[in-house]
């Protein structure tokens, strides 16, 4: 009886310890971010001036969904709401797989799109990662490979979040195929473990794969400035 017990004991515990890890792990999580850009670009292209950009992602387990939204500080460019909701699963200790689907919303112009994407990360050196993108309503597909790096400068109590990036998006509704890259560096600043701010800047080029084509190539410097805030 008393061996019994102390099984039972020892069952119980572990059951609880058990309980506790997946309640943490399924814990919610919500964050608020509002950033100033000084330009919106996206995949290496332009497509407004300076804007405010606001956010919020909740994500429960490995489960994720949010609203992100764009404002044209002149009102010369529509603005955008972006819905999307995701899963992230481990493949191995190193790599983990992303999916989900992405919603694109223009209040002044046609264009609203779905797309789908998929992804690979890994926490090895450099950080990779490779997406892939599919718009189901313009059929155009988008590959993007990522690396990243974040330097400490203990002294400062900083870090310098290096970043780069490159990707291919090949259109079929009339527009040129393109390339293009960019590289990046952020500074955040912690000053609670829930309040950060976060200035960045960025540089990214993009050209049409045709010589010729109706894509003129593209280059920017980007600064922002954000601030985020998470429970």
Known sequence: MKKTILALAALTTGLSASAQDNASAQALAVTFDATYVSTYVFRGIELAGASFQPSVEASYGDFYAG?????????????EADLYAGYTFAVNETLSADVG???????RQDGDATELFAGLKSSLFLSPSLYSYYDLDNQSTSVVAGI?????????????????????VQQTNGADDY?????????PYKFTEAF???GAVNYSNAGASNPGGRHNEQD?????LGASFGF
């Open 67 to 79: 609203v992100w939204y764009s404002d044209d500080f002149a009102g010369e460019v529509s603005s």
């Open 148 to 168: 990243g790096h974040s330097v400490a400068i203990p002294k400062l109590g900083l870090s310098v979040d290096l970043s780069a990036s490159c990707g291919f």
């Open 196 to 198: 950060k701010i976060v």
């Open 101 to 107: 689907v992405t919603r694109y919303l223009y209040e």
């Open 220 to 224: 920017q410097v980007v600064y922002s």
């Open 179 to 187: 390339a293009y890259w960019s590289v990046g560096a952020a500074v």
